[in-house]
């Protein structure tokens, strides 16, 4: 494909999960990409970012919108604004109408939605109705739509499969509530790739509503077991009636990286089966090839690597950042260190506890440790207050030498 004759495609949502998976998918298939981002800044350390055109804009902000969808073909629509808590649902249709507006005067062809699974007709949460009801709010417009709902999905960074990987990782036996019994069809991350890029070109999904799961069924509580098995640990559920979902939720925002109030939604949501009853989408797109929960959790592993995480504390700003991420605790000083011109470091540590990676350059550190079980997070707690100490000395030591210098 020409890349300068190839269609140009928006991506919303940039600096979330699935765009991160999807826009190396569209660069690699030769489109010209522009990522739509409320804060830029937090794409420039992405190993992509200077491909693509990115475009200071937000969904909730109409007036902001013509810009970014000037000479788009196709745009990908992958916001939600559960971290906006209270409120997020109406805020939610909102954004939804204002885009189709918007897409609509730039007489743009094709929307491709990225929603969730959920039967409409039972009693589901919040969350799951608004993923659904902001579907119908962009197919009411006059720009084609196609709608896929996916339930878990299963790949290093996804929301969901790290909440399975944390409170598995942590708990030899892990406390939940009834409704861990529920099923779910969860769906390999490459594989919702596969057909976010199908829609692109296979006219039999243009329009239509489509869901998506992987090629089994399974309950949530034995995708926690999967994961334990597939990192070799010992679990056992303790299911425990009447658990508030406030609890779980600060649970949850504590031990993983998922803040509380997707927390709150995500789990309110796990309270019904999340299931493909409508199989349509194989028919409609056979050139994707469905991968099990088993291979992607493999595949999740495998990528818990430096050479494989998005590195989204690289976002411009400087001072000393600590987060979970993709498997990983990481800390990281992002500020001018006292070292030799052009000096670069990389180790890795294997220890019982887990693998722990260090880096170091003129600009830079970075300690990331990818946890083995309760052990590794005994571990990796112990020792922060240390690093944190040590990574604070050498930035107070770096603004005492530019405070003398001038």
């Known amino acids: 494909m020409d890349s300068l004759t190839s269609p140009l495609i928006l991506v919303t949502g940039a600096t979330g999960y699935i765009a991160s998976r999807l826009i190396p998918r569209l660069l690699d298939s030769g489109y010209r990409v522009r990522a739509l981002a409320r804060d830029p800044r937090r794409l420039y350390g992405r190993a992509w970012s200077s491909q693509i055109e990115i475009v200071h804009a937000d969904v909730t902000l109409p007036e902001t919108l013509p810009r970014a969808f000037e000479g788009v073909h196709t745009a990908y629509y992958l916001v939600h604004n559960m971290a906006h808590g209270r409120g997020y649902t109406a805020l939610e249709l909102e954004a939804a109408r204002a885009f189709a507006s918007a897409a609509e005067r730039a007489g743009m062809e094709h929307i ?4 969730g699974l959920a039967d409409p007709e039972q009693h589901i949460a919040p969350h799951m109705r608004s993923r659904i009801e902001t579907g119908k709010v962009l197919r009411q417009g006059k720009v084609p739509v196609t709608e896929f709902r996916a ?6 960074g996804s929301i969901s499969f790290e909440m399975i990987r944390f409170m598995t990782e942590l708990f030899p036996l892990v406390p939940g509530p009834l409704w861990l019994k529920n099923k779910s069809q969860p769906i390999a991350i490459q594989n919702v790739i596969d057909y976010l890029l199908a829609a692109l070109t296979n006219p039999n999904g243009r329009g239509g509503v489509f869901e998506i799961g992987g090629p089994h069924i399974h309950t949530y509580a034995d995708l926690m077991l999967r994961y334990a098995r597939a990192r070799g640990l010992k679990r056992r559920m303790v299911l425990l009636p009447g658990l508030p979902v406030w609890f779980m939720a600060l649970g949850v925002a504590l031990m993983t990286p ?7 939604a995500l789990i309110g949501g796990l309270s019904a089966d999340s299931v493909v009853k409508h199989p349509q989408a194989l028919q409609a797109f056979p050139e994707v090839t469905l991968i099990d929960f088993d291979a992607a959790i493999r595949d999740a592993l495998q990528r818990t690597h430096p050479d494989h995480i998005e590195r989204i504390w690289l976002d411009g700003r400087s001072g000393v950042k600590s987060l979970k991420h993709e498997g990983c605790f990481i800390l990281h000083l992002d500020a001018p260190l006292p070292q030799g011109k052009g000096l670069e470091v ?3 540590r294997h220890t019982p506890f ?7 350059d003129r600009q830079s550190q970075t300690i990331l440790f990818s946890p083995r079980g309760l052990p590794g997070f005994l571990y990796w707690y112990l020792l922060y207050p240390l690093r944190w100490l040590k990574f604070f000395g050498l930035l107070w030591k770096r603004k005492q030498q530019n405070t003398t210098r001038h």
């Open 151 to 156: 339930g878990v999905i299963a790949g290093s």
């Open 258 to 264: 998922v803040p509380y109030p997707i927390a709150h």
């Open 354 to 360: 887990g693998s722990l990676w260090m880096e170091r």
């Open 346 to 348: 990389r180790e890795f």
């Open 112 to 115: 491709i939605y990225l929603g």
